[in-house]
């Protein structure tokens, strides 16, 4: 059975920091595309970034100046997402999931395993 288990969340004051983990188990994600997606109330789920399978990241800030990097540990089989300068409106719940296909991109559908997500409040 495959399972993700993402960690991390907590409150955080803006202009903070967090190290999101997401631990998978039941299979090897080393040639999986992992992608982080989050939903805030009221709103739809959406791609913030992800790595694909030679563990090239795609963000939807970009990543030269962008807040959002991830990046994979092979032998711990987890993947991390870092968000820098934190602001009321990352505030949402935070999803890891896994494409087998290693496209890592912010297609939705394309991920077969998802984490049930690890709550993340920032604090004015």
């Known amino acids: 059975q495959v399972q993700l288990v993402e960690s991390g969340g907590g409150t955080v004051q803006a202009g903070g920091s967090l190290k999101l983990s997401c631990e998978v188990s039941?299979?090897?994600?080393?040639?999986?595309?992992m992608g982080w997606f989050r939903q805030a109330p009221g709103k739809e789920r959406e791609f913030v970034a992800g790595?694909?399978?030679?563990?090239?990241?795609?963000s939807v800030e970009g990543t030269e100046k962008g807040r959002f990097s991830v990046s994979r540990d092979h032998e711990k089989n987890t993947v991390y997402l870092q968000i820098k300068n934190l602001s009321p409106e990352d505030t949402a719940v935070y999803y890891c999931a896994s494409d087998p296909a290693g496209s890592g991109n912010e297609q939705p559908w394309k991920y077969l395993y998802w984490g049930r997500g690890t709550q993340v409040t920032v604090s004015a």
């Open positions: 790595i694909n399978w030679n563990d090239r990241v795609i």
């Open positions: 039941g299979r090897s994600i080393s040639s999986d595309g």
